[in-house]
């Protein structure tokens, strides 16, 4: 079955970096468009990132363009997202979400790794 | 301020029927479905409109018709007791609804 997890979060203080990692198996990862959708404490849910499933495409939501950048590594399996310039508004859930379909709905979450921005 | 609007809350008696719904302004794409229990990831209930993903209750369907989708829930049971949110896609960018927390009294 598809398994999706998350790690690297943690607390950073404001303008601080950090880099999500999600490791993927159950799934042929090379052929899927992977995301990261994200969730403040007690909020809802908010789209973060595309990447196309060969690597070649990147979309940012406007909240993050310039400060973030993802990727992934089809030889191993692993989709990134390395955060810069976080701010306290940065702080949520990051879920790392496979895509399916013509345009992408998201069928597979990942557990999420929690990422704090706070002094 | 989320595009797509959603009641806050909705409930229901074991047994029922309900309803949520998702309206935007305008028509767009196809609108996908999610369930949240507390503490839980997102799973998908709901895609392209009205398709269900294998393994989920026939209990739970979707329509849509212009600027309105619909998730509906028919025989209720507590375990339905979650936060449902409808999500759509708009030139690369997805937009979810304020999602709907769903009470089974």
């Known amino acids: 079955q598809v398994q999706l997890v998350e790690s690297g979060g943690g607390v950073v203080q404001p303008g601080g970096s950090l880099r999500l990692s999600c490791a993927a198996s159950?799934?042929?990862?090379?052929?899927?468009?992977m995301h990261w959708v994200r969730q403040p404490p007690g909020k809802g849910l908010e789209w973060v990132t595309l990447?196309?499933?060969?690597?070649?495409?990147?979309y940012y939501a406007d909240s993050v363009k310039g400060r973030f950048t993802v990727s992934r590594d089809n030889s191993k399996n692993t989709l990134s997202l390395q955060m810069n310039s976080l701010r306290p508004e940065d702080t949520a859930l990051y879920y790392c979400?496979?895509?399916?379909?013509?345009?992408?709905?998201?069928?597979?979450w990942g557990q999420g790794t929690l990422v704090t921005v706070s002094s | 301020q989320s595009v797509l609007t959603e009641p806050a809350s909705v409930s229901g008696s074991p047994g029922q029927s309900i309803t949520i719904s998702c309206s935007r302004s305008?028509?767009?794409?196809?609108v996908s479905w999610f369930q949240q229990h507390p503490g839980k990831a997102p799973k998908l209930m709901i895609y392209?409109?009205?398709k269900r993903p294998s393994g989920v209750s026939d209990r739970f369907s979707g329509s849509q018709t212009g600027n309105v989708a619909s998730l509906t829930i028919s025989g209720l049971q507590t375990e339905d007791e979650a936060d449902y949110y409808c999500?759509?896609?708009?030139?690369?960018?997805?937009?979810f609804g304020g999602g709907t927390k769903l009470t089974v009294l």
């Open positions: 979400v496979k895509g399916a379909g013509s345009p992408n709905y998201f069928d597979f």
């Open positions: 392209q409109g009205d």
């Open positions: 305008s028509s767009y794409y196809f």
């Open positions: 990447i196309s499933f060969d690597g070649s495409e990147g």
């Open positions: 999500c759509t896609y708009e030139g690369y960018n997805w937009v």
């Open positions: 159950g799934l042929s990862f090379r052929a899927y468009n």
